[in-house]
């Protein structure tokens, strides 16, 4: 099958695999010349690809790799792995809202709400000097630490008990949303500074340390480490061991897979889409938009909270400030980088897999360029601003095909 | 391969110029440093990297803008690179820990500037005694405020208290209790928080004092927040120099070129001063000295003794403070 139409000047693709058929179909762009419209077939190919960004991710790091020779080292690569996971636990959420063409402020602050109230109730120790003054001292926190230190499956009771406490706040963001019919972008951007406030009120803008070794092996914990090279001595060197198989990998990768099923494979996830390509026919059609809508707040809150747990494992530390400064750049940066449309009714979880392997490939690549972090994060606000022209580009020619 | 920080060369360009030895064995150093919003910071990086920079040495620099994830992943992608060693100033005291700790895993060598690990013992650890320095410098003003008081009144003392994430903070706060502790009697202490932000410090402090109108003695965490404490102070008629009628006498912590300025003005009366040349001489001699020996774990503080730069003491001691080195040099003109 090949679909034409007006692509506003992009290539013309042709036998898109997924591209829905049109009554606009038109004769080919240039039957004179079949060597050229094989090539814009296969650009428009890619383009529209489930994989674009993955291919993307390849071209960017072989066109480094002379250059950069760091960047193919098995350590450096265990460095992007490690750094992708908490990141797209979060930018999983992410999708579900911007698919209903809606957008989630308050992971940020989520993700720090989480980070302090996991640290309080799991924290094997307290210094007084330091948390003595706080509004929780004595309440959830002594020296002897929070109320679940040394409880038997006490940090599995502690995660339930955040989550928990997360899903919560996506329900009431769901419920403004969807019941008082506010604006997400309003609704959550109040939950943003709220909750970053009352986290930062909670510890008085102080840290959390001493957390339980298996709660810190959740963000740090490794499964599989590989080491590359000859062995002289009976002892490997420390340096040369990479973690490949980590416990933050496992939870990522668990999530994701979860959120592909349910967004992709369910009754749920086609609601999801329906809402956001057009919510008032999707009411007219019988979807729950309100139970959808909510759903989509508390599966983003929850997964922001998941995110937020490894982030915390892996700095040992609860932070009342996780997830603030350019964190949500980076979560709505990598989602959109993927492909999920910020207008509704486009997403798929294997594209955020691709868009936060890009965003953390590029955050990596300007590291070892030796690039300030001001540089780091204008070249990451100018390939965001360079995703979403791809996005309009990537819609104009599906349109286009129909 | 040990090297002078404090040189003539230092005080004009804040490096070693050409008083350093070629090293014998040129080493990547990865500085981390978590922002350089303060004057300390500032002069701090430049004497680093101008240092390592001029003696052979490759920098590779790292700025975390206060995100303390993205220190740590930062750090780990410095190693990836193979770098020699880690100079590292950290968010806070607990990620220090964990960015110190990860590091001697991977058998590199950290050096902690100035903002200590929550845990000291692991990595050098160059660290000014934040209490001993704050209450020599809060001493200065409270002799001063009560002989100026009449006998019995109570006194009203703010303290601007920093990040208490930070061992720094903490340490400046417990310097000034101990001062006041003195006279406990004859002080209400009034605490301001500023997070080592100066808009969170303007907020608080104008709340304080449009709340206590009468202040008499003022304790900054940090010199960097004066031009903020005078914002708040100069429209109520409160930023009087030394000598007049509505002096509130004030201090602070790191010995900056404001400082300098304030205190020989007559503004501000005291400063503890962190002594910036030693600590980035002594963070520089260790870590290289770990990295010629191969020393992937050394485990070392090195304490900074410090002083108060006090309206008394200006005269004899000014040229000790890093702060007035620089604004000899025009800092404040740049």
């Not at chain 1, 590359?228 to 990998?249: C, I, K, N, Y």
């Not at chain 1, 490939?361 to 070249?379: E, Q, Y």
């Not at chain 2, 701090?44 to 790292?62: C, F, K, M």
Request: hydrophobic share 50%; aromatic share 8%.
């Amino acid at each position: 099958m090949t679909y034409f139409g007006s692509t506003g000047g992009l290539p013309r693709p042709a036998a898109v695999k997924g591209a829905p058929a049109g009554p606009d179909a038109v004769a080919p762009a240039d039957p004179g010349k079949p060597g050229s419209r094989r090539q814009s077939d296969r650009l428009g190919a890619i383009l529209l690809s489930d994989y674009f960004v993955l291919y993307l991710s390849l071209f960017y790091v072989a066109v480094l790799i002379p250059f950069l020779p760091t960047l193919a080292t098995p350590a450096n690569m265990s460095n992007v792995l490690s750094n992708m996971w908490p990141l797209l636990v979060v930018a999983v959420g992410q999708t579900f809202v911007l698919t209903i063409a809606g957008i989630d402020l308050s992971q940020g602050s989520v993700a720090g709400l989480t980070s302090i109230l996991i640290a309080m109730l799991l924290a094997t120790a307290a210094p007084a000097q330091v948390l003595g003054h706080t509004p929780i001292w004595g309440l959830m926190l002594t020296e002897a630490g929070g109320p679940l230190a040394g409880v038997a499956y006490g940090t599995w009771l502690g995660i339930g008990i955040v989550l928990a406490v997360a899903a919560l706040i996506g329900l009431a963001n769901g419920l403004a949303v969807a019941v008082l019919k506010m604006p997400a972008f309003m609704v959550t951007l109040v939950a943003l500074i709220a909750l970053s406030a009352f986290a930062i009120w909670l510890t008085q803008s102080n840290n959390i340390r001493e957390l339980p070794a298996d709660f810190v092996a959740l963000g740090k914990g490794t499964i599989v480490s590989l080491f590359f090279g000859d062995q002289h001595s009976a002892q490997l060197p420390r340096r040369e061991v990479h973690a490949f198989v980590t416990w933050p990998m496992i939870v990522a990768v668990s999530v994701a897979v979860v959120a592909h099923v349910l967004l992709g494979h369910t009754v749920f996830g086609r609601r999801v889409f329906a809402i956001g390509l057009n919510r008032r026919a999707a009411e007219i059609s019988g979807v729950p938009v309100v139970r959808i809508v909510v759903l989509v707040f508390v599966i983003s809150a929850v997964c922001a909270a998941i995110g937020g747990l490894l982030y915390t494992a892996r700095l040992e530390t609860g932070r009342p400030t996780l997830g603030g400064g350019n964190f949500l750049l980076d979560v709505i940066g990598a989602t959109v980088i993927g492909g999920t449309s910020l207008f509704g009714g486009k997403a798929k979880i294997l594209w955020t897999v691709w868009g936060v392997l890009f965003f953390v490939l590029l955050g990596n690549t300007l590291n070892l360029m030796n690039l300030s972090a001001f540089h780091i994060d204008m070249v990451k606000g100018g390939v965001i601003i360079a995703a979403a022209f791809l996005d309009v580009a990537r819609q104009r020619l599906r349109r286009g095909m129909g | 391969m040990r090297y002078s920080i404090r040189t003539a060369a230092a005080v004009a360009a804040l490096s070693l110029g050409g008083a350093f030895a070629a090293p014998a064995q040129a080493a990547t150093i990865c500085f981390a440093f978590q922002d350089l919003e303060t004057e300390f910071w500032v002069a701090g990086h430049l004497a680093i990297t101008s240092t390592l920079t001029e003696a052979g040495h490759t920098v590779l620099e790292r700025n975390a803008n206060e995100d303390a994830n993205r220190q740590f992943e930062q750090v780990n992608d410095c190693i990836a690179q193979g770098v020699d060693g880690v100079i590292l100033i950290p968010q806070d005291g607990e990620s220090a820990t964990t960015i110190v700790a990860n590091a001697q895993e991977n058998d590199v060598p950290v050096a902690v500037f100035n903002r200590p690990p929550s845990d000291l013992s692991r990595g050098i650890v160059v660290v000014a005694d934040n209490a001993v320095i704050a209450e020599q410098a809060v001493d200065h003003i409270v002799e001063k405020a009560l002989a100026e008081a009449e006998e019995g009144a109570t006194l009203n003392a703010v303290i601007v208290v920093g990040d208490l994430g930070d061992p720094n903070a903490v340490g400046r706060r417990a310097g000034f209790n101990s001062a006041i502790e003195k006279h406990a009697d004859r002080f209400n202490v009034i605490e301001v928080a500023s997070n080592w932000d100066a808009a969170t410090a303007l907020s608080n402090l104008e709340a304080a004092v449009t709340a206590n109108p009468q202040i008499d003695l003022l304790f900054t965490s940090s010199d960097f927040l004066f031009p903020t404490i005078r914002s708040v102070l100069e429209p109520r008629g409160m930023w009087v120099p030394r000598g007049e009628e509505g002096h509130v006498w004030m201090a602070g912590l790191d010995g900056d070129a404001t400082a300098c300025s304030l205190i020989k003005e007559g503004y501000v009366d005291a400063t503890g001063v962190q002594d910036l040349y030693f600590e980035a001489e002594s963070a520089l001699n260790a870590i290289l000295k770990a990295v010629e020996e191969g020393n992937t774990d050394p485990n070392e503080v090195i304490e900074d003794p410090g002083f108060a730069l006090t309206s008394d003491n200006l005269a004899e001691r000014e040229m000790d403070m890093w702060g007035c080195v620089l604004l000899a040099e025009g800092f404040l003109d740049q």
